[in-house]
């Protein structure tokens, strides 16, 4: 036998009976976000390799171990996107996007990490992300709250926990690197291998481990908060004053980081307790020096991605009730000869009734197992087209999911003996 192929470890499939969840929030998303004015860009999956390696950081996990980078068939070096913020930056200033500010954009679509596959962690996972150029201002900061918070009410999404910090200055941030990395190195013999390593590469990185066994040893390091620059407080603070008035609860959280270099600033996160260690379904930040390393004028910016496939666990869990798409009607010839008369009627069902969704009948057999096929169509209507039906114009209506019994009727009167099954 031959042997079947498999998926690639960590890429799955969006069979049918999930797709119509995706297609409801990725609207639910979109129009929220049209709301607020963003607009959609649509960027390539892959990019040069340097987009990433530029933006991104060399010593971040991203870059150190996640990407799927490889040689084309002209040597060029190439990625495939693990996040869209870098991509998006490029797009702006290769079509001079940023030359009208404010300018706020928004994506979707899939994202590849190289990690261990995990609940909540995949190889190919989807993103939405929002970027919002050309505002240093931290009511740009709470709008992008504001715009997740009315999204989370759209989705019915509940008790989600915001998590707040600031990254303060490139300089600032030194000042505090140099602290954290005096502080761990009293402590070695408490981190981990990946730690050690850290503290040389990136140590803001160590307060982001993963490991349950740090973290006593982190939460006693010193507090970013307390190194901030004089602006990047007054910034913090006005933010928090803004989302105190609108009636968002954030904690601060002083461990907060994120993986990538380029962030400072306000960063955030929306997390659940309902998926596990996965928890974050949002996370976002400042990044106002990127757009001027890849090369364009200082532009301040502030983004956030979320993860489609954790949002969907979540709804998933939170809403189970939420039926996926049916269909409306199975149209089904009684016998062989008749298909082609199936086939027209449910075409001109398809004109008078747009709404619905109409599937037909398409495989030879007796009436006894095309019913049987309606029947597991899940269709809640079929309508049967015989010779007598044919002959005096009509259809036979027979519910399929209720206890009612068939009925014939003229096409005139199809209208309203489809009103009482569907
Ligand atoms: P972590 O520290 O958990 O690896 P990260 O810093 O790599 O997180 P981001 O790059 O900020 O994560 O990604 C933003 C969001 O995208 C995450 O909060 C999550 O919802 C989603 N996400 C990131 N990586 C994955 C993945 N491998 N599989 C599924 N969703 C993911
Ligand atoms: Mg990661």
Redesign the pocket.
């Known amino acids: 036998m031959k042997k079947t192929l498999k998926a690639i470890r960590g890429m799955s499939d969006i069979l049918p009976q999930q797709s119509s969840s995706w297609t409801k929030l990725e609207h639910s998303i979109a129009s929220v976000l049209n709301l607020y004015a963003y607009r959609e860009i649509r960027l390539p999956i892959v990019e040069k390799a340097d987009v990433f390696q530029r933006s991104i950081g060399d010593q971040t996990?991203i870059v150190q171990k996640e990407m799927y980078s490889f040689a084309d068939k002209n040597g060029d070096f190439i990625t495939l996107r693990p996040?869209g913020t870098a991509g998006c930056v490029r797009a702006a200033l290769e079509n001079s996007l940023l030359q009208q500010i404010p300018q706020r954009l928004w994506y979707m679509g899939p994202m590849f990490?190289h990690?261990r596959p995990q609940r909540?962690?995949?190889r190919q996972?989807h993103?939405v992300g929002v970027e919002f150029f050309g505002s240093g201002a931290p009511e740009a900061d709470a709008e992008l709250i504001l715009l997740t918070r009315r999204l989370w009410s759209e989705l019915g999404i509940r008790d989600l926990r915001l998590e707040i910090n600031s990254l303060g200055d490139a300089n600032s941030r030194k000042q505090y690197k140099e602290k954290l990395v005096s502080y761990f190195s009293r402590h070695l013999d408490k981190l981990d291998e990946e730690s050690v390593l850290r503290l040389q590469k990136n140590p803001l990185r160590i307060l982001?481990s993963k490991n349950p066994s740090l973290r006593y040893i982190i939460s006693r390091a010193p507090s970013l908060i307390d190194s901030l620059d004089e602006q990047s407080r007054l910034h913090f603070e006005k933010f928090q004053n803004i989302l105190e008035k609108y009636g968002i609860n954030a904690v601060v959280n002083p461990r907060l980081v994120?993986?990538?270099d380029y962030y400072n600033g306000t960063v955030f996160e929306w997390i659940t307790e309902e998926l596990g260690s996965?928890g974050?379904?949002?996370?976002g930040g400042r990044y106002d020096n990127l757009v001027e390393l890849m090369g364009g004028s200082a532009v301040p910016a502030i983004g956030l991605?979320?993860?489609l496939?954790?949002l969907l666990e979540l709804q998933s869990l939170q809403n189970p009730l939420d039926a996926p798409l049916t269909t409306d009607l199975y149209i089904c010839a009684t016998e062989n000869d008749l298909d082609d008369e199936a086939l027209k009627f449910a075409e001109l069902l398809r004109d008078s009734y747009p709404h619905l969704s109409i599937q037909l009948h398409a495989s030879e057999g007796k009436l006894k197992a095309r019913l049987k096929k309606a029947d597991r169509s899940g269709a809640r209507v079929a309508i049967l087209i015989g010779e007598d039906e044919i002959r005096e114009n009509q259809v036979t209506v027979k519910p399929l999911r209720t206890r009612a019994e068939q009925t014939t009727c003229s096409i005139s009167e199809l209208e309203e003996v489809l009103g009482r099954f569907l």
């Open positions: 996990d996040e990490r990690e909540g962690r995949q996972f993103q982001d994120r993986g990538l996965q974050t379904v949002c996370a991605a979320m993860g496939e954790r």
